[in-house]
């Protein structure tokens, strides 16, 4: 049984992370309303955030039978980066699963 699957574009990551991170900041304007305290106005969301944590294995391993070279995985998440073009997250597990498109800001 497979725990869960992770996509960035047609990159399947052989080794599920450790963490996922998931964050929907809101954007909102605080006032100071005499008399009445304090008041916040929500003006909706912003960008969804996802941090991952893992690691890349460094060859082949039972638990990543197919697994290439790290290196070959930084240069293709790269590659996702500098195409400037957003691509799917797609994240398949037990319990929850997330697939929408993206960009990425910090890939290492």
């Not at 797609?90 to 890939?107: A, K, R």
Request: with cysteine; aromatic share 12%.
């Amino acid at each position: 049984m497979i725990d869960a699957i992770l996509y960035l574009g047609k990159i399947r990551l052989p080794v599920n992370p450790a963490k996922i991170h998931f964050r929907i900041p809101t954007m909102s304007a605080r006032y100071e309303l005499i008399g009445a305290g304090e008041a916040e106005i929500l003006q909706g969301a912003r960008l969804a955030e996802i941090e991952i944590e893992g690691f890349l294995p460094a060859e082949a391993r039972y638990y990543a039978p197919d697994a290439d070279s790290p290196q070959s995985y930084v240069d293709a998440i790269r590659e996702l980066v500098e195409s400037g073009e957003p691509f799917s997250f797609v994240y398949v597990g037990q319990s929850w699963d997330i697939n929408f498109l993206c960009s990425m800001q910090s890939p290492v």
